[in-house]
């Protein structure tokens, strides 16, 4: 019999099953939404029996809360499960995404009392914190769209489903805040700064002009070196551990210039080393009014 191979989508209102699940069912996946998780073994036997089957997607979240005390003992249950092969796929997004994208749908959160965005979001964090936890596969959807989360999935269940690990290289401003979901931070503020050159200030590290000032410096060149050769002896220390996943999230003041030109060649570094990676640039594209520093 053919190992099943189950794929439990869960995570916050608003970051993206409905995205995962049609995604899923593009790759060829047998697709159920919300499913109570006191049904899931029930349903799974089901498939089992079937010689059609083989991959199966599963949408479980508190809108089946009054069942989702249970889905501990069913993870435990299937983990025994001979035959079967599952992860769990957590989608999270910080909390101004989340009331962004409820106040552009006009949607009601399923937890808010008195259609309080916020006071939903709260109370969803507290109830899915354990599974979050205990997810082998976290995305952070938070400023990036459902074409780029389709593409995430693609290449974590289509592409390579012999090793799932992959890295995600985040480039951001310290001030709009830390990314929640980073595994390593790196503070890259020591180096020169472009804004201070008149004509790279509105440019981005996606530019040659900016790419190239930051790179010119030594003290650049041997930063990266020594940054890069962390990374190369992290990633398969990871993967021993039976990680899935490495955030690797690199910061400076606006997350414009150095983070974004830094995150692009480590990107490029870590795929010509062999590994499934994906780049994001939360806040290059960020234009508000900067203070003028003296």
Aim: aromatic share 8%; with cysteine.
């Amino acid at each position: 019999m053919n190992e099943k191979h189950l794929v439990i989508v869960s995570g916050m209102s608003g970051a993206g099953k409905t995205v995962a699940i049609q995604a899923f069912e593009d790759m060829g996946y047998f697709c159920i939404d919300n499913l109570p998780p006191t049904m899931l073994k029930m349903f799974f036997k089901m498939i089992q029996k079937s010689n059609d089957v083989d991959n199966v997607a599963v949408v479980i979240d508190v809108r089946a809360r009054m069942f989702f005390e249970e889905i501990s003992s069913v993870l435990a249950d299937l983990e025994n499960a001979p035959n079967i092969k599952f992860d769990v796929l957590f989608l999270d997004a910080n909390d101004d995404e989340l009331v962004a994208r409820y106040k552009e749908t006009r949607r009601n959160h399923p937890l808010a009392e008195n259609g309080l965005i916020t006071v939903g979001i709260e109370a969803e964090r507290v109830a899915l914190d354990p599974l979050k936890k205990s997810s082998q596969i976290v995305i952070d959807t938070s400023g990036i769209s459902p074409r780029q989360l389709r593409e995430e999935l693609g290449s974590i269940f289509k592409k390579n489903k012999e090793s799932k690990f992959h890295v995600e290289v985040v480039s951001f401003g310290y001030k709009y805040g830390l990314p929640k979901d980073a595994d390593i931070v790196m503070d890259v503020r020591f180096l020169p700064n472009p804004h201070y050159i008149p004509e790279l200030r509105p440019l981005t590290g996606n530019d040659e002009a900016v790419r190239d000032f930051v790179m010119s410096f030594d003290e650049t060149q041997i930063f990266y070196a020594k940054f890069l050769e962390m990374i190369e002896m992290l990633l398969p220390a990871y993967i021993k551990e039976g990680k899935t996943s490495l955030t690797i999230a690199i910061g400076c003041t606006g997350g414009q210039h150095r983070s974004v030109a830094i995150a692009n060649r480590l990107y490029a570094d870590v795929l010509e080393r062999g590994y499934i990676a994906h780049n994001h640039q939360r806040d290059a594209g960020k234009r508000k009014e900067t203070v003028n520093r003296s």
